[in-house]
């Protein structure tokens, strides 16, 4: 049965880097699936960021292209957003999810972890 | 503005039928709408893929279809533990879209 496990730091300060990491278990990262990453505002609803392969190919949302990176780690099976001079629209709950084709849906979804940007 | 345009809300009583709409251009509305639930303070959940499709577990009174450049959720015999909010996505050009969402009401 396949995990994921979002973490990282709730509080970011405005222009600094918000990074998060998602654990996988119960399966690999390197099996043949993509790995998205969505927010969700306080109260508002879901947005794409973007998703990768294992082998670093990436798609990432337009608004957000130029501040993303992506990243995945085979040796622990996990993957990584960072996105940079954060502010406050930036505040959101991130959620890590399982993508079986770039073209398909996303299943299953970490938790979800929150990110407020302030300082 | 979402490039999926879906109602704000909707609303049924117990053992009545809803559908939610999910409207976009034909472009964005193509083989790979899927629909997610999300009750509040939880991640959202698979209900849909591939316009009709329904995972494992997902009850047959979920159902997914798709007319021109509309996709449609429609949950028959509704019962109190559908009242949540429901996300349309589909792929576009490398890209994922979401609509607004919609939430649902049982009366």
């Known amino acids: 049965q396949v995990q994921l496990q979002e973490s990282g730091p709730g509080l970011v300060k405005p222009w600094d880097t918000l990074s998060l990491t998602c654990d996988v278990s119960?399966?690999?990262?390197?099996?043949?699936?993509?790995w998205g990453w969505i927010r969700q505002p306080p109260g508002k609803g879901l947005e794409w960021i973007g998703y990768i392969y294992y082998s670093g190919s990436t798609y990432s949302n337009p608004s957000l292209k130029s501040r993303l990176t992506m990243s995945v780690d085979t040796s622990k099976n996990q993957f990584s957003l960072r996105l940079s001079s954060v502010t406050a629209v930036d505040t959101a709950v991130y959620y890590c999810a399982r993508k079986p084709s770039a073209k398909g849906w996303f299943d299953p979804w970490g938790q979800g972890t929150l990110v407020t940007v302030s300082s | 503005q979402s490039a999926l345009t879906q109602p704000a809300s909707v609303s049924g009583s117990p053992g009545q039928s809803i559908t939610i709409s999910c409207t976009g251009t034909?472009?964005?509305?193509?083989?790979?709408v899927s629909w997610y639930q999300q009750h509040p303070g939880k991640a959202p959940k698979l209900m849909i893929y591939d316009v009709s499709n329904r995972p494992s577990g997902v009850p047959d009174r979920f159902s997914g279809s798709k007319s021109g450049n509309t996709a449609s959720l429609t949950i028959s015999g509704l019962q109190a533990e559908d009242e949540a909010d429901y996300y349309c996505t589909s792929y576009r050009s490398s890209t994922v879209v979401f609509g607004g969402g919609t939430k649902l009401t049982v009366l």
């Open positions: 119960g399966y690999s990262v390197s099996s043949d699936n993509w």
């Open positions: 034909s472009s964005d509305v193509g083989d790979y």
